[in-house]
């Protein structure tokens, strides 16, 4: 599986935006770039995913590089809730392949009142 | 819908004994995951099913951990006999069917403390 390399840790202010980045380097044509959150005693939870375009959702926004080399995950404006760890993962798209979800250690967000 | 529902949310056991974690996924979807969750070792992928025949179980750590799929709306990961080292959040995921262009929706885990 392609390798994602995120930052340990960020910290914003609240009501402000934020991006994460993640860098991946390896991905092939087959890999969709997904984002997944996990909040203090939750299970992991869906961000946003996209291909090559960039994508909205009521979430957030990835954008994603032309060479697709990197993304950036943005939350529009940080709340007390989003402070969680932000997970980049690649996931294969190749024909018959589940794309199974493989987490790296991801980035720690502290959002700050 | 629910969502994935995990039981017990809590289990605290002596090492040794047999440990039972259940799994109710999402109704429709094709594809279940367990994952383990460690401070040392974040979140393992330990098998996954589609249609109930299991895929891949690669991540599964040694003989002592099984899992079941006997229908679709049910699955067990089971440790028999049980160590401290297997104290972890064990988490259940479900996905229909899209692969990659789909989202994974987890359930809130069992937290396992063996003792």
């Known amino acids: ?113 | 819908d629910a969502g994935v529902i995990q039981s017990p949310r809590h289990e605290v056991t002596e090492m040794g004994q047999e440990v039972t974690l259940r799994c109710k996924p999402i109704s429709g979807h094709d594809y279940l995951f367990w994952y383990r969750q460690t401070m040392m070792r974040g979140l393992e992928l330990l098998i996954y099913f589609n249609n109930n025949v299991p895929i891949d179980d690669s991540g599964m750590p040694e003989d002592r951990f099984s899992a079941k799929m006997p229908n679709a709306s049910f699955s067990t990961l089971k440790i028999q006999p049980s160590e401290p080292r297997d104290s972890a959040v064990y988490f259940c995921a479900s996905q229909p069917i899209g692969g990659p262009n789909t989202e994974a929706f987890f359930g809130q885990g069992t937290r396992l403390t063996v003792v």
Request: aromatic residues 6%; glycine residues 6%.
């Open chain 1, 1 to 113: 599986d392609a390798k994602t390399t995120q930052p340990n840790s960020m910290e914003s202010n609240e009501e402000e935006p934020v991006h994460l980045p993640c860098n991946h380097s390896t991905i092939s044509g087959t890999d969709y770039i997904h984002w997944y959150r996990q909040l203090p005693s939750q299970g992991p939870e869906y961000v946003i995913h996209g291909l090559t375009s960039n994508v909205n959702n009521r979430m957030a926004s990835l954008a994603i590089a032309e060479d697709r080399k990197s993304s950036t995950l943005i939350l529009h404006r940080a709340t007390l809730r989003d402070a969680a760890v932000y997970y980049c993962i690649l996931r294969d798209r190749t024909i018959g392949n589940t794309g199974k979800l493989i987490f790296g250690q991801g980035t720690t967000l502290q959002v700050k009142p």
